[in-house]
């Protein structure tokens, strides 16, 4: 039952650096994200660190997404070998990517709507007996494991971050001061909802014990002979959307650090006929399909975390310099989620987070020499 909590605190955590990310690319809409916005208000340095991060954190999301999708079809088909799989949906999102980002958005549209259709057949299904059963959520928190709580919230963060795709795309969106603002609070109190709802009947019909499954497994539960097919359908078509926003977003990235001289040059090329970076796309997949051989959902998930919760602690430090007529927000939700972020990028298991300080070490040598 402490999922739920999981949930509220990450959303909490989530809500501060959406907050920031809002204002900051209301001010300074380019392609980039916190990658710009580091190199503007704090130092090259933070800058490219943010960079760094979004790739590293991002690309490993996508690997987790990739390996989802190959493991529902695989689980649901009966085949053995799913990484042929998880290459293949990498390299389909990569053509849909590279197809122009009204196309992109077209697909994203119809995708998101099948699983927000199928997430709300699965709690209308099991609602009322979620609900009758109280015992399933006794006790909601367990006082003595504070620890697993902060892991879980740091965890569950990752899932709150889709809005940062609305600013690493910022140059590309239409009135940047009034939209961003608006699409980052809306996403993010839209999926506070959603997780909330999903989680409390998982819990409800299933028993939290059993919530290590998917939810394709935890809806057999429920007495509704469809339901399974449907979440099945539900789940595999949620990590393609999931991976296509991230491509998207990582190529953005990649545009903006290569116009800096921080990746090679050639990678900030665009195409003429589709006005997308298609070298950066197509590096963007190569990058993704080789953490997809890595083969371990709960690592590249883990590792993300890490990464990602670095990458929003620079942006709310970019937050806290931001001068007063520029801001958008009180300055006090920067300075929570900064701490937030700091703390539990430290409780997702120390050989992930000294793997990330290692990485950093690493790229700032990198672009040093290079």
Same mark, same amino acid.
Request: proline content about 4%; hydrophobic content about 55%; aromatic content about 10%.
């Given at each position: ?14 809500m ?23 190199h ?41 070998a ?93 009135e *940047? ?55 099945? =359908? ?37 195409s ?10 197509v ?24 990464? =990602? ?13 931001m ?6 927000? *009180? ?16 409780? =997702? ?22």
């Amino acid at each position: 039952p402490s999922v739920l909590l999981a949930i509220m605190l990450a959303a909490g955590v989530a809500m501060c650096n959406g907050l920031s990310s809002a204002q900051l690319a209301a001010n300074h809409p380019v392609s980039g994200g916190t990658y710009e916005y580091g190199h503007r208000w704090l130092n090259p340095s933070l800058g490219f660190t943010a960079g760094w991060m979004f790739l590293c954190a991002k690309s490993a999301s996508a690997a987790t997404a990739a390996l989802g999708f190959a493991g529902y079809i695989a689980h649901a088909t009966g085949m053995g070998a799913s990484l042929p799989l998880a290459v293949g949906v990498v390299v389909l999102v990569a053509v849909i990517a590279l197809s122009g980002i009204e196309r992109s958005n077209r697909v994203n549209i119809v995708i998101v709507s099948i699983v927000i259709l199928a997430l709300m057949i699965f709690v209308g299904t099991g609602f009322s007996s979620a609900v009758k059963n109280k015992a399933a959520f006794q006790p909601l928190f367990d006082g003595e494991k504070l620890t697993d709580l902060l892991q879980a919230t740091a965890l569950m963060f990752v899932a709150f971050t889709g809005y940062g795709r609305i600013a690493t795309l910022g140059e590309e969106v239409a009135e *940047p001061r009034r939209t961003i603002p608006r699409a980052v609070i809306v996403t993010l109190l839209i999926s506070m909802a959603l997780y909330l709802l999903v989680a409390f009947v998982g819990i409800g019909v299933n028993g939290f014990e059993n919530l290590d499954g998917s939810l394709a497994l935890a809806s057999k539960s429920v007495s509704n002979a469809a339901l399974p097919m449907v979440m099945l =359908v539900g789940a595999t078509v949620a990590m393609v959307s999931v991976l296509l926003n991230l491509v998207l977003g990582l190529s953005r990235v990649v545009l903006a650090m290569a116009r800096r001289g921080d990746l090679p040059k050639a990678t900030a090329r665009i195409s003429e006929s589709t006005r997308v970076p298609a070298v950066a796309t197509v590096g963007v997949a190569v990058l993704i399909a080789g953490w997809v051989c890595v083969g371990d959902v709960k690592l590249t998930w883990s590792f993300s975390a890490f990464t =990602v919760l670095v990458y929003y602690a620079i942006t709310n430090l970019c937050a806290i310099r931001m001068k007063p007529g520029e801001r958008l927000y *009180p300055i006090w939700p920067a300075y929570l989620g900064l701490a937030a972020c700091l703390t539990l990028a430290f409780f =997702v298991g120390w050989e992930i987070w000294l793997t990330g300080l290692g990485l950093i070490i690493f790229g700032l040598a990198w672009r040093a020499c290079f």
